[in-house]
T-cell receptor
Framework: AQSVTQPDIHITVSEGASLELRCNYS??????LFWYVQSPGQGLQLLLK??????LVQGIKGFEAEFKRSQSSFNLRKPSVHWSDAAEYFCAVGARGFQKLVFGTGTRLLVSP | SQTIHQWPATLVQPVGSPLSLECTVEGTSNPNLYWYRQAAGRGLQLLFYSVGIGQISSEVPQNLSASRPQDRQFILSSKKLLLSDSGFYLC???????????????FGEGSWLTVV
């Protein structure tokens, strides 16, 4: 069975600073990996996804994530955070041809001035 | 392009009253459909998913039920709400088929349910 761990419940970053949100997964084969963002009171928006190929994937809003098989990780990064990035971020994993995704518990990002 | 609609956006219901949340998807056929719940301060919990009309899989035994009366319509119901049913409910969909480009779940805007 798949599982996802997001070890940081909250992270505070200064505006303009770099960001890295951690995600570790457990799955026996090559997974499908996703990052979603949720603004307060809204649904989840897909930031990026990894299926295969290049392990560094680019997403919307200037985000990127790197798949590291040896570490079972799929960390999300952004070189310079904007105040509008304050939100909750969810990592998710699915098997190939999945019917459902397994989500992490989320990391809430706070951006300080 | 595909869109997902979910309503009502906000609902305040007394304990013991019924519930009906509705979700429809446009611009696609035979999608997988999902209902998730977020309780305050918690992550996403998958409640139900459906791969076709009348086919419902329940993930968590509870006070809720789901139905799919039409291909692109997914309804979440309860006969008698409990206080613990309060939360943020999200409908989602996934394109049909096994093509790699379809392997993504897209979410609606959610419905806030407060049971009082």
């Amino acid at each position: 069975a798949q599982s996802v761990t997001q070890p940081d419940i909250h992270i505070t970053v200064s505006e303009g600073a770099s960001l890295e949100l951690r995600c570790n997964y457990s799955y026996g084969a090559t997974p499908y990996l996703f990052w979603y963002v949720q603004s307060p009171g809204q649904g989840l928006q897909l930031l990026l996804k990894y299926f295969s190929g290049d392990t560094l994937v680019q997403g919307i809003k200037g985000f990127e994530a790197e798949f590291k098989r040896s570490q079972s990780s799929f960390n999300l990064r952004k070189p310079s955070v904007h105040w509008s990035d304050a939100a909750e971020y969810f990592c998710a994993v699915g098997a190939r041809g999945f019917q459902k995704l397994v989500f992490g518990t989320g990391t809430r990002l706070l951006v300080s001035p | 392009s595909q869109t997902i609609h979910q309503w009502p956006a906000t609902l305040v219901q007394p304990v013991g009253s019924p519930l009906s949340l509705e979700c429809t998807v446009e611009g696609t056929s035979n999608p997988n459909l999902y209902w998730y719940r977020q309780a305050a301060g918690r992550g996403l919990q998958l409640l139900f998913y459906s791969v076709g009309i009348g086919q419902i899989s329940s993930e968590v035994p509870q006070n809720l039920s789901a139905s799919r009366p039409q291909d692109r319509q997914f309804i979440l119901s309860s006969k008698k709400l409990l206080l613990s049913d309060s939360g943020f409910y999200l409908c989602a969909w996934r394109p049909a088929g096994l093509h790699i480009s379809g392997n993504t779940i897209y979410f609606g805007e959610g419905s806030w349910l407060t049971v009082v």
